[in-house]
C-alpha cells in the first residue's frame, strides 16, 4: 500500500470539536494582607463560551475574576501567586503591559460607571487612549460597538448626551460597548445585571448569548437561574477554593460535590 493511501477513512464532519482554550488560571492564590481571598485556583475558559462563577458570599469569585486582567494589581497589599495563561504567556509576569492586557481583556463592573461625558465620547474614551486618531474610524467604531451592545437604536438620536441621562440599563450596555470598543477577545463581567431591573436583565442576557459568538465570557453572577440560562459552563466557590466545575447542564442536574448540590438547590448560601 502507498503511504499516501489510508487504511480507513475517517469522516472529518463526524468529530466532535475540539475546544480552544483562551485563558487559563494555574494554581492561584490571593492575600489580602494575611487573609486569603482564593487559595490554588485551577481553571481553563473556553474560548467563545461563556462560564459563569457562582458560589455564596465572600468565596472568591471577584478575586478570581480580577486576577484575570490584572486588576488586583490596584488592590493595596494584594499578593497574587500562581500563573495565568494567556495567548502563551503568563499574564502575572512583571513584564506584561498591563494597560495592553487590558485591552485584550476587558471587564465590566456591577455597577455601571459611566464618565460624565457623553454616549459618544464614553465609547471612544478607549480608543482614542489606544492611539486612534481619525475621526471617520472613531465613528465607525462607536456605531460598532454601540451596535454590538445591542444599544445603537436606543441611542442613535443622541451620541452628544450626556450618558448619565441614560437609564441604569442602558448605562450598563454602554459599558459594554466601552469594553468592545477595543476589540477584546476576553469581556469579564461582574455581577453585570444586579443593578438591573428584569427588563434590562432580559436584554443584557440575550446580549451575552449573542456576544459569545465573537467574545470569551466570564461572569460572576448570585443568579442560579442566570447562570443556568445563559452560562455554557459554571464553576463553583467556597470559601476561596474552587470545589468544582464543567459543563453548566451537568453541573446544575448532576453536582459532583455535596456543596455543590447543597447550595444550588438554595440549601446554604
Ligand atoms: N479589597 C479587599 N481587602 C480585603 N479583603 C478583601 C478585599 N476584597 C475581597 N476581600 C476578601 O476576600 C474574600 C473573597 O472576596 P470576593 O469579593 O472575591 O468574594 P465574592 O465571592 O465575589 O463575594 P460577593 O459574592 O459577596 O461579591 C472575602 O473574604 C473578602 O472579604
Known amino acids: 500500500m502507498s503511504v499516501f493511501q489510508m487504511e480507513k477513512t475517517v469522516d472529518i464532519t463526524t468529530l466532535p470539536q475540539v475546544e480552544t482554550i483562551a485563558i487559563e488560571a494555574?494554581?492561584?492564590?490571593?492575600?489580602?494582607?494575611?487573609?486569603?481571598?482564593?487559595?490554588?485556583?485551577s481553571l481553563r475558559f473556553s474560548a467563545n463560551h461563556v462560564t459563569a462563577l457562582i458560589g455564596p458570599s465572600g468565596c472568591g469569585?471577584?478575586?478570581?475574576?480580577?486576577?484575570?486582567?490584572?486588576?488586583?494589581?490596584?488592590v493595596e497589599g494584594c499578593i497574587v501567586s500562581g500563573s495565568i495563561l494567556f495567548s502563551g504567556v503568563n499574564i502575572n509576569a512583571p513584564s506584561i503591559n498591563v494597560f495592553e492586557l487590558r485591552k485584550r481583556i476587558g471587564m465590566v463592573f456591577q455597577e455601571p460607571n459611566v464618565f460624565a461625558k457623553s454616549v459618544y465620547q464614553n465609547v471612544a474614551f478607549g480608543p482614542i487612549r489606544h492611539g486612534?486618531?481619525?475621526?471617520?474610524?472613531?465613528?465607525?467604531?462607536?456605531?460598532?460597538?454601540?451596535?454590538?451592545?445591542?444599544?445603537?437604536d436606543e441611542v442613535k438620536d443622541?451620541?452628544?448626551?450626556?450618558?448619565?441621562?441614560?437609564?441604569g440599563g442602558q448605562q450598563q450596555r454602554l459599558c459594554i460597548a466601552r469594553a468592545i470598543a477595543l476589540q477584546p477577545?476576553?469581556?469579564?463581567?461582574?455581577?453585570p445585571t444586579s443593578s438591573l431591573d428584569p427588563?434590562?436583565?432580559?436584554?443584557?442576557?440575550?446580549?451575552i448569548g449573542e456576544l459569545k459568538?465573537?467574545?470569551?465570557?466570564?461572569?460572576?453572577?448570585?443568579?442560579?437561574?442566570?447562570a443556568a440560562r445563559i452560562s455554557d459552563?459554571?464553576?463553583?466557590?467556597?470559601m476561596g477554593k474552587l470545589i468544582e466545575s464543567g459543563r453548566t447542564k451537568e453541573l446544575f442536574t448532576n453536582p459532583k460535590d455535596e456543596r455543590t448540590e447543597r447550595f444550588i438547590s438554595g440549601r446554604f448560601g
Open 26 to 41: 494555574k494554581s492561584i492564590s490571593v492575600y489580602y494582607r494575611k487573609k486569603h481571598g482564593i487559595y490554588k485556583v
Open 61 to 74: 469569585k471577584t478575586t478570581l475574576l480580577r486576577s484575570l486582567n490584572r486588576m488586583n494589581d490596584e
Open 132 to 152: 486612534v486618531k481619525d475621526k471617520h474610524r472613531l465613528a465607525e467604531i462607536v456605531e460598532e460597538s454601540l451596535q454590538m451592545a445591542a444599544l445603537w
Open 158 to 167: 443622541k451620541l452628544h448626551s450626556s450618558a448619565l441621562t441614560l437609564s
Open 185 to 191: 477577545e476576553i469581556l469579564l463581567l461582574d455581577e
Open 199 to 207: 427588563i434590562s436583565t432580559g436584554k443584557l442576557e440575550q446580549l
Open 213 to 226: 459568538k465573537n467574545y470569551t465570557i466570564i461572569f460572576v453572577t448570585h443568579d442560579m437561574q442566570q
Open 233 to 238: 459552563y459554571t464553576a463553583f466557590f467556597h
